[in-house]
């Protein structure tokens, strides 16, 4: 246990000054996202959408403007003095203008209740780019962790390369002496050519990897940004802050509004409404002839208010009703689910920790006993002890242990990770 204690303390005192560069690099990246960026727009069109929905609360007023004709209208013929007269009650031409308001007076919070999944479906919306870019800086940190592996396998490459070429020159010296043959060497420079590939194909890993992040990132160049760094965070999340449970609470949130609707779709509606204008027609019409244009034309107006109680309408609402509480159901199974698949992650994340620790700490012993071997090995070479081939596993095992080792620090910073995303931290806020 002091072993594993003091194992994290270590990587807790490098991570203030080593997170720093990772940080910057994933919110480079969720910011110049086109996903992201395409996501959130649906929070502006939620702006919009509740600000429509909130007009209905609001008057309306028109203007209106109109002509109809009537054929036939209502006519009365009455004899005077042996003359006919003949009085018609309505024009056949009718003109009309007018302003017109109306009101939403009282509608029992049905309105106020679809503002309300508005704004729900808006914070759903959020929770689901907060998911997406969730999971977008822990693929930024896998690789970038990847990246960091690779150079640290490369640097142990290169050393390897290094000690061969040094083996290379001694044998070429002695051939030159006549103390070796020329067989003696040609094991050894295919030895440097092998180990020259493997550092091609390694720095060809790096820079597709490199290329991957600069393109997410919107960077031209990130290799300066990417620094050593050993993964290790004393915060601690819980399951219920993870971004998947936060957006299917969200989404169970929008059912439960769709329900409080659905509940209130029998409730009446009042409104009123008022009008004010001109049109023709006060005065009736005598033998055909038009009265006067301001004699005819007068003011009108109309105040009035209107009750709306819906009585059947297909049993739309109670559907409606029944299938939000079908969704809420799918997301409390799923719920269910995420917790349960969440608590296990966590789990055997923590429980494959200590084991890489464990086997950290073997691993380093393991290197130093490798390396007295191969001074123990170069020393016998050179008093002429043991062969060329002897001293070559002995440097491919101390070559190995390196690499082992590397490979082991990498799985710690990916299992951290994987600790960190179970437990729903944002490692890049911190």
Known sequence: MKKIALFTLLALSAQAQTNKELNTLVQQALTYSPILKAQKTQLQAGEIKTQIQSSYAKPVVAYEAGITRVDPVSKVTFATGGVPSVLQFQPNMNYNTNFVASQTLYDWGKNKSTIDKILLETRLSQTQIDQTAFGLAFQIATVY??????????????????????????????????????????????????QETKITETETQIDKLIDFLQTQSGQKDIKNQIKSILQANSSKGTIEQHPAILSLEAEKSVFEQEIAIQSKASTPTLAGSASLGVRNGYLPRINGEVPAFEDDFKLNSLVGIKLTVPIYSGKRASMQQRLAKIQQERIAFQKEDTQTKLAYELRQGQANLNLIQDKLATQKKVIEQAKYAYQLGEARYKEGTIKQLELDQIQNLLEEAQLQEENFKFQFNLQQLDLLKTQGVKFWEL
């Open 145 to 194: 962790h990847q990246i960091l592996f690779l150079q640290n396998v490369v640097t142990i490459q290169k050393a390897e390369l290094s000690r061969i070429n040094s083996h290379k020159a001694i044998v070429e010296n002695q051939i030159k002496l006549g103390e070796a043959l020329e067989l003696d060497v040609m094991g050894l420079r295919i030895r440097v050519q092998n």
